[in-house]
């Protein structure tokens, strides 16, 4: 199968030999941008307030998600790099269905002061334990080594 031609029998490999080209960027965007920023300088998180519904958008945008409301300098706020588990999972198996040796407990994060949520890494010593509700703060970098990415965040931990 050459490159140009479509795949039409999703049951049929494919594949091809030699290079590929593969250029990916992902920019974070002007939000983004500054969120990563600050987090690359401080142990908090930044956060947006919408001035016309109140609603604190984690992670921060520049137009509020419910009504729209262009964000302004103004409404970004700093909050902590911290929040409560509103669910978890155990990962056991690796993306390639191998048994991981240290299972990982994978939650999603109500942050505090914010309507907003994030996924990250919880380390526990009890992965039997239930998670849901604990508060957890973020495990950053040492402050040199950061890089202004989400790497920036090693764990979370309970509080
Ligand atoms: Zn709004």
């Known amino acids: 199968m050459g490159f140009i031609e479509k795949q ?10 030699g290079n ?3 250029d990916y960027f992902y920019p974070s965007g002007a939000a983004g941008d500054k969120f990563f920023k600050h987090l690359k300088q401080m142990d908090t998180f930044l956060a947006t307030k919408c001035s016309k519904c109140n609603k604190v958008l ?11 409301q262009e964000i302004t300098d103004d409404d970004w706020a700093e909050v902590p790099a911290a929040g409560t588990v509103r669910l978890f999972t155990v990962v056991m ?3 390639h269905g191998e048994k991981l040796a240290n299972p990982e407990v994978i ?6 002061k ?4 994030m996924l990250g890494v919880v380390k526990t010593a009890d992965i039997n334990k239930d998670l849901s509700g ?4 973020a495990i950053l970098k040492p402050q040199e080594t950061r890089e202004g990415t ?10």
Request: one cysteine or more; glycine letters at 2%; aromatic letters at 12%.
């Open 8 to 17: 039409t029998d999703p049951t049929t490999p494919m594949h091809w030999r």
């Open 20 to 22: 590929m080209q593969a």
């Open 58 to 68: 984690f992670p921060p945008r520049l137009y509020c998600e419910d009504c729209y």
């Open 93 to 95: 198996l690796d993306a």
């Open 107 to 112: 939650a999603l994060i109500d942050i505090d």
């Open 114 to 117: 914010t309507d907003g949520a």
């Open 134 to 137: 604990i508060k957890v703060k």
């Open 150 to 159: 989400i790497k920036d965040i090693l764990y979370w931990e309970e509080i």
